[in-house]
């Protein structure tokens, strides 16, 4: 069930295009990626979705309704993370909690919450001394504390360190296992690559791929690359016999067979057949960031 | 209403905790009041004052440093800080509308003139022998009259200023004229009198003011102006006022 619709999206400042075709749905529970690089559109979309821009041109559906007409039902049922929001500096985290949660008509409670987002140690803690991982989690806890159906993070990790960064992606996997669909803007690769059910690749205000990370991948570059240095010749027909394999060439004492699907569960069958050990096995596998080098034809955080 | 209540009790935190920002606007005219009446001749009647001591022509005038602090320095500090950090942005996204903290900065920014007003008068008499405003009814209307023209004012700045460095920049020269006008930096008797006479004219209209508190009735041209600086600059920033 989509419970986002956004079709032929539109929308420029000026004479800047920012969103010029952007068409996508999310289906009720998932993880929903957009993902593009800096000033590719991303942000206007979901702003789009949640109400606070006027598309020029296009239609955005949220739960069956109109994110400008029925903005006042939709705000009860959207949690919004922005970029770059912040709150006032000496305002306290149960504080901020308990202030959102007096906006909505079934709020979580806010003890709880700050329990699930790892801040009961920094209940009473003013905001400007928080760590920005802290920061965030709060952020996530005041765009949750309304019980929403959506919850739209916008560069949820921007900023953090790498230990904050995976602290928050188990938390944003705990919200979708919660039944909150989620919809993660960003622009690392490895964050959509662990987070997202699926993703949509923005490129230029525009859509260039719709696809699940690893279907992404598949897609573009299907092919996969092994290397290893075998105990004993191999002739290499063994290999080439193989419906997996493509090609296989040598480099030194290495062996380099290229395939797809289940390549390596083939080769390591025929050289387990033939007493043959593979020393320093390496699988070499196209990234997300491949795909999109692909897809767009320049890298993502250049 | 339970939103604006929480927001309203959320901000009156903000703002206790808020120690230099509290000081200038409540506590500032009290203090430079108990310093000056600490001089024995500034407490004797003197002709140059209409026979009245220093110390008690001289309180209206000292009313205006609240009045500006917080209409044209703390609440547009406050504001634009709030836009540029975003604050006001995340509220667009929530049932709750930034209309509602708008409100409740209001609320306070009166709360604190008044507080102002009720402390400087009550040492001013008990302390110095002022006596209390001697039209209470025309004082009260300068009083609002003033205090709104000044809040429009400030709510104009906080309109147009795009951050909190931008809203002091803005803010600075319009304090100084409301400060000088006012006559806190010099008493007005030592003014020309053209320069004394526009004072009456400028918010929150220090005239009207030191009328009501000698007991004379408010002039209506004073206080009819204030009100119009009130609309007039209440409609503009009405009209130029960014959420983000």
């Known amino acids: ?302 | 209403m339970h939103a604006f209540g929480q927001i309203l009790k959320t901000e009156t935190k903000l703002y206790l905790r808020d120690i230099p920002t509290l000081v200038l606007t409540v506590l500032l005219p009290t203090l430079v009041l108990v310093v000056l009446g600490l001089i024995p001749t500034l407490r004797e009647p003197n002709p140059d004052f209409e026979n009245q001591s220093f110390i008690t022509y001289f309180t209206p005038s000292l009313l205006v440093i609240s009045l500006a602090m917080v209409g044209v320095n703390a609440l547009p500090t406050v504001l634009a800080t709030y836009r540029e950090r975003g604050i006001l942005r995340r509220l667009a996204t929530t049932p709750a509308s930034p209309l509602a903290l708008l409100a409740a900065q209001l609320v306070l920014s009166l709360a604190g003139i008044l507080a102002s007003a009720v402390l400087l008068a009550v040492v001013a008499r008990f302390a110095f022998d002022t006596p209390l405003p001697q039209h209470p009814l025309g004082f009260a209307a300068a009083l609002i009259l003033g205090t709104a023209a000044l809040l429009a004012l400030g709510l104009l700045v906080a309109a147009v200023a795009p951050t909190a460095k931008a809203a002091q920049a803005m803010a600075i020269p319009v304090f100084m004229v409301i400060m000088f006008f006012g006559g806190v930096y010099l008493p007005r008797v030592l003014l020309p009198d053209f320069l004394a006479e526009i004072g009456a004219y400028t918010p929150p209209g220090i005239q009207a003011l030191l009328d009501a508190w000698t007991g004379t009735a408010p002039q209506p041209l004073h206080l009819g102006i204030m009100a119009v600086i009130a609309v007039a600059a209440g409609a503009g920033a009405a009209k130029l006022f960014r959420w983000e």
């Open chain 1, 1 to 302: 069930m989509a419970v986002i619709e956004v079709t032929n999206l539109h929308k420029r400042y000026g004479e800047t295009v920012a969103v010029d075709d952007v068409s996508f749905s999310v289906t009720a529970g998932e993880i929903f990626g957009v993902l593009g690089p800096n000033g590719a559109g991303k942000t206007t979309t979901v702003e789009c979705v949640a109400g606070l821009r006027v598309p020029d041109g296009g239609g955005v559906s949220v739960l069956g309704l109109d994110p400008r007409r029925d903005a006042t039902r939709l705000r009860q049922l959207v949690g919004v993370q922005l970029q770059e929001s912040q709150l006032p500096d000496r305002l306290r985290v149960t504080e901020a909690l308990e202030l959102y949660a007096s906006f909505y008509r079934n709020p979580a409670d806010p003890a709880r919450l700050i329990d699930e987002l790892g801040l009961g140690a920094k209940r009473n803690t003013p905001y400007e001394k928080l760590s920005g991982g802290q920061k965030q989690r709060l952020s996530i806890a005041l765009a949750l504390v309304g019980n929403p159906k959506i919850a739209i993070l916008d560069e949820l990790t921007t900023g953090l360190d790498p230990q904050a960064r995976r602290d928050t992606w188990g938390l944003i996997e705990r919200v979708r296992d919660s039944g909150v669909t989620v919809v993660l803007v960003t622009h690392f690769m490895e964050e959509a690559e662990r987070l997202c059910d699926r993703l949509a690749v923005i490129d230029q205000g525009r859509v260039v791929a719709l696809d699940s990370p690893a279907g992404l991948v598949s897609a573009v570059a299907p092919e996969q690359r092994i290397r290893f240095r075998p105990s004993a010749p191999v002739d290499d027909r063994l290999l080439t016999e193989l419906p997996q394999v493509t090609a296989v060439t040598r480099s030194g004492t290495q062996v380099v067979v290229t395939g797809t699907g289940d390549v390596l569960h083939a080769v390591t069958s025929v050289l387990a057949r033939n007493q043959i050990i593979a020393a320093d096995l390496r699988l070499e596998q196209a990234t997300l960031d491949d795909a999109f080098v692909e897809l767009t034809g320049h890298r993502l955080n250049d």
